[in-house]
Nanobody, 114 residues
């Protein structure tokens, strides 16, 4: 049974940091590119960052470049998103996604507010 379980969301102040985790199971994590998406209230879901299976290649949306960092631990089958210098417009539900077979997690809420 495939599972992608996000954690680490919550409330952060503008300028603060959060680290999201996505624990994967039920598939061969090592062979999959992985991505983080987000959906803000009233907006479409958008791609935030992606990482190749060997972590060699990463992609970041312009709106998070220089602030967010995607990484993975293949030994633990965990995907991470380090979010720094958070802005109120980063408020959204964040989802991890397995790119090979299109598996999605249930999402974790991130709220940036003072």
């Amino acid at each position: 049974q495939v599972q992608l379980v996000e954690s680490g969301g919550g409330l952060a102040q503008p300028g603060g940091s959060l680290r999201l985790s996505c624990a994967a199971s039920g598939f061969f994590f090592l062979e999959s590119s992985m991505s983080w998406f987000r959906r803000a209230p009233g907006k479409d879901r958008e791609l935030v960052a992606s990482i190749s299976p060997d972590s060699y290649n990463t992609y970041y949306a312009d709106f998070v470049k220089g602030r967010f960092a995607v990484s993975r631990d293949n030994a633990k089958s965990v995907l991470y998103l380090q979010m720094n210098r958070l802005k109120p417009e980063d408020t959204a539900v964040y989802y991890c996604k397995e790119d090979l077979r299109n598996y999605w997690g249930q999402g974790t809420q991130v709220t940036v507010s003072s």
